[in-house]
């Protein structure tokens, strides 16, 4: 059985940082050919942050690049610095076992397996 774990959510104040982190259980990583990010805001709908191939390759949203950095070993992170109010979120790890073209990597329904969630909440 496949699970995804998140880890390393917490409280910050705007500017600090976070590391969260996404642990696989179930089958080996290199199983997964597509990593990303996701969050979900109060209210909100569910939207793409970062998102990394097989072959290292990344995607991320406008509204992080240059302050969130996606990265992989056998665990997938998502370092975030310089944190915004507007980060606060639910955020969400996700992967796929099929190719994903570069421009549909920050959608949701290319990615099969999901993990719980971790929360960031982040005060101005």
């Known amino acids: 059985q496949v699970q995804l774990v998140e880890s390393g959510g917490g409280s910050v104040q705007a500017g600090g940082s976070l590391r969260l982190s996404c642990t696989f259980f179930?089958?080996?990583?290199?199983?997964?050919?597509?990593w990303a990010w996701f969050r979900q805001a109060p209210g909100k709908e569910r939207e793409g942050v970062a998102a990394?191939?097989?072959?290292g390759s990344t995607s991320y949203a406008d509204s992080v690049k240059g302050r969130f950095t996606i990265s992989k070993d056998s665990t997938l992170y998502l370092q975030m610095n310089s944190l915004k109010p507007e980060d606060t979120a639910m955020y969400y790890c996700?992967?796929?076992?099929?190719?994903?073209?570069?421009?549909?990597?920050?959608?949701?329904?290319?990615?099969?397996?999901w993990g719980q969630g971790t929360q960031v909440t982040v005060s101005s």
């Open positions: 996700a992967a796929s076992v099929v190719f994903i073209y570069g421009g549909r990597r920050l959608r949701q329904s290319e990615y099969k397996y």
């Open positions: 179930g089958y080996a990583y290199n199983y997964y050919t597509g």
């Open positions: 990394i191939g097989s072959d």
